[in-house]
């Protein structure tokens, strides 16, 4: 058996500051960061992805868009009622919820688009949680065109595939 890999590393691109690079075991993929770069102060909206060392906190995948991809993180298919709270008046701020809740912003997680068929939440901003610090970053899918993401990092479908089975439980994607 191959062993597990514990180290994800995210560089943004010299040339381009919404592109970069994921490297993991010494393969590197391209990948796509927050519209704002990578950012040391983080703030709800700001469209920048955090800077630091961010643990893996689990697998959520839309079962309905293809097969399980195997991982040994902890598992959650995602369901039309899933979504994160992004509204920083809520005592439920920067945590997955159920849907419809009236008067919360949230980040739906099942979408039109491919964006979220497979997400892996990072450890931000969640020990403790700090309003306004940031929510719902995400290691997900990447938009076709390459465009940059909300704060996130996204790859493509081939990398997920690639990756997910290699990674170990205590996996920690650092950022920057």
């Known amino acids: 058996m191959k062993r597990q890999i ?35 102060a983080k703030r709800e909206g700001d469209g920048g ?26 598992f959650h298919a995602i369901r039309p009622e899933d979504a994160w709270c992004d509204d920083v008046a809520d005592r439920r701020y920067n945590k997955p919820i159920k849907r419809p809740l009236d008067q919360t912003s949230e980040e739906r997680l099942t979408r039109a688009d491919r964006l979220y068929d497979v997400i892996i939440p990072l450890g931000w901003n969640d020990g403790p949680i700090v309003k306004g610090r940031g929510s719902a970053i995400f290691w997900h899918l990447s938009r076709e065109n390459g465009s940059p993401t909300a704060g996130c990092v996204a790859v493509t479908p081939d990398v997920f595939r690639k990756v997910l089975p290699r990674l170990s439980r205590h996996a920690v994607m650092v950022i920057g």
């Open 49 to 74: 992805t955090p800077r630091g060392a961010l643990p893996l906190r689990g697998l959520l995948q839309r079962r309905d868009r293809g097969p399980r991809i195997p991982s040994a993180l902890p």
């Open 6 to 40: 514990r180290l994800l590393r995210v560089q943004a691109s010299p040339l381009c500051h919404t592109k970069g690079r994921l490297t993991i075991a010494g393969v590197t993929f391209p990948c796509v960061l927050g519209r704002s770069g990578l950012v040391t």
